[in-house]
């Protein structure tokens, strides 16, 4: 089946420093990518929509300038936390389609935690 | 290698009949699951749970069934209605870890 991988696993920083997640489609080419964010309880925020070679669409309430996003191929897109701060320590998901997001069927990948110090 | 798998990718039912939405894992590790709803253009909004020492959660028309032996849990909508149409995504948990989540079935409901 479909793999999606993300990397780092696991993110310790400090707090202001910058931290980037990479998110790979291992086996399919990916035309979008969603970033989630998933907060206590389990429930998960959509973030924001990327889609290669354009620019993401964020959701309302997520600042474009902090979470930068960048979907520069067809198989990797990677999220910048900017300045991080305590308050966006979170595990963080991506999932990936490959068909332009028209099936719905979505390949999660395995979430990036990250604690901000 | 997928944890949380959902064969299904799709299914559709008669408005007011039964909607069975299947899933099976291969973590034993996992002490709870959810199921999510997603709409198009929107992100998975969570719909129900249960904990792995329970068989059986009951939310209005929505129940959860978990068969451990068998790593099958299923979730049941009944009577189905056109807004029920939508992906639904499972997911397996353990203690505050991030979810593991299948990959969807996207359920119709014929008027």
């Known amino acids: 089946g479909a793999v999606v991988s993300q990397h780092p696993s696991w993110v310790i920083c400090k707090s202001g420093t910058s931290v980037k997640i990479e998110c790979r489609s291992l086996?399919?080419?990916?035309?979008?990518m969603f970033w989630y964010r998933q907060f206590p309880k389990q429930s998960l925020m959509l973030m924001a929509t990327s889609n290669e070679g354009s620019k993401a669409t964020y959701e309302q309430g997520v600042e474009k300038d902090k979470f930068l996003i960048n979907h520069a191929s067809l198989t990797l897109s990677t999220l910048t936390v900017t300045s991080a701060h305590p308050e966006d320590s979170s595990f963080y998901i991506c999932?990936?389609?490959?068909?332009?997001?028209?099936?719905?069927?979505?390949?999660f990948g395995p979430g990036t935690r990250l604690t901000v110090l | 290698d997928q944890q949380v798998k959902q064969n299904s990718p799709s299914l559709s039912v008669q408005e007011g009949r039964i909607s069975i939405l299947n899933c099976d894992y291969t973590?034993?590790?996992?002490?709870?699951f959810l199921w999510y709803k997603k709409y198009p253009a929107e992100g998975p909004t969570f719909l129900i749970s249960i904990s792995s020492i329970k068989d059986k959660n009951e939310d209005g028309r929505f129940t959860v069934f978990l068969n451990k032996s068998a790593k099958h849990l299923s979730l049941h909508i009944v009577p189905s209605q056109p807004g029920d149409s939508a992906v639904y995504f499972c997911?397996?948990?353990?203690?505050?870890?991030?979810?593991?989540f299948g990959t969807g079935t996207r359920l119709t409901i014929i008027p």
């Open positions: 086996d399919f080419q990916a035309t979008t």
């Open positions: 973590n034993s590790m996992f002490d709870y």
């Open positions: 999932s990936a389609t490959n068909s332009g997001g028209v099936t719905d069927t979505q390949y």
């Open positions: 997911a397996g948990g353990k203690g505050n870890e991030k979810l593991t």
